[in-house]
């Protein structure tokens, strides 16, 4: 599983997730203040999680969502 945004050019694999013992997935980076749009990568698919926690979605004018990530 790979994290692909804006802060990262969208790229589909520069940025690894690892699978926590608990099923998480996690990323630790660091990102500019601003806002960022982002998805998730899981084998070769795009695609957005269905969480509550995950926060704010966009329409990315493609037919599907984006995560909205503010930082302060």
């Not at 500019?32 to 084998?43: C, L, N, T, W």
């Amino acid at each position: 599983m790979f994290l692909a945004g804006t802060f990262n050019s969208w790229s589909e694999n520069s940025t690894p997730m690892r699978r926590q013992p608990d099923g998480r997935w996690v990323a630790t980076l660091k990102v500019e203040p601003g806002r960022h749009e982002y998805k998730f990568v899981r084998d070769g698919r795009w695609c957005c999680d269905d969480c509550a926690e995950a926060g704010p979605k966009v329409d990315n004018g493609l037919g599907t969502m984006n995560h909205v990530l503010i930082v302060e």
